[in-house]
């Protein structure tokens, strides 16, 4: 199971930071490819970054890219999303997902493992 937290309402400019904590992967956390995704209401559900097993450099959305970052710690089973610069195209739902031995690509379909959501509004 995938726990997301860490949403709220934010000003324009603002940071928040997302954590996703997973419990009772049948594998090591460490084999895991975790990603986090938003969708907004009425929009289609978005790329933000993702971590693979193998390369710790998270893959981040060019929209995202210079503001956020994520950094994983295998040893607490938990990844972090840290979001800078915040503007209020970046409101919606926050998901954090994995899949056992995955590359850390944007394709949502992917993944298997997805977390409840956490809501991140940025007001103007």
């Known amino acids: 199971q995938l726990q997301a937290s860490g949403g709220g309402l934010v000003q324009t400019g603002g940071s928040l930071r997302l954590s996703c904590v997973a419990s009772g992967p049948g594998r090591s956390f460490s084999n895991y490819a975790i990603g986090w995704f938003r969708q907004a209401p009425g929009k289609a559900r978005e790329f933000v970054v993702a971590i693979s097993p193998t390369n710790g450099r998270p893959n981040l959305a060019d929209s995202v890219k210079g503001r956020y970052t994520m950094t994983r710690y295998n040893v607490k089973n938990t990844v972090y999303l840290q979001m800078n610069s915040l503007e209020p195209e970046d409101s919606a739902t926050y998901y954090c997902?994995?899949?056992?031995?995955?590359?850390?690509?944007?394709?949502?379909?992917?993944?298997?493992?997805w977390g409840q959501g956490t809501q991140v509004t940025v007001s103007s």
């Open positions: 997902a994995a899949v056992l031995y995955g590359r850390g690509r944007a394709d949502w379909s992917e993944y298997h493992y």
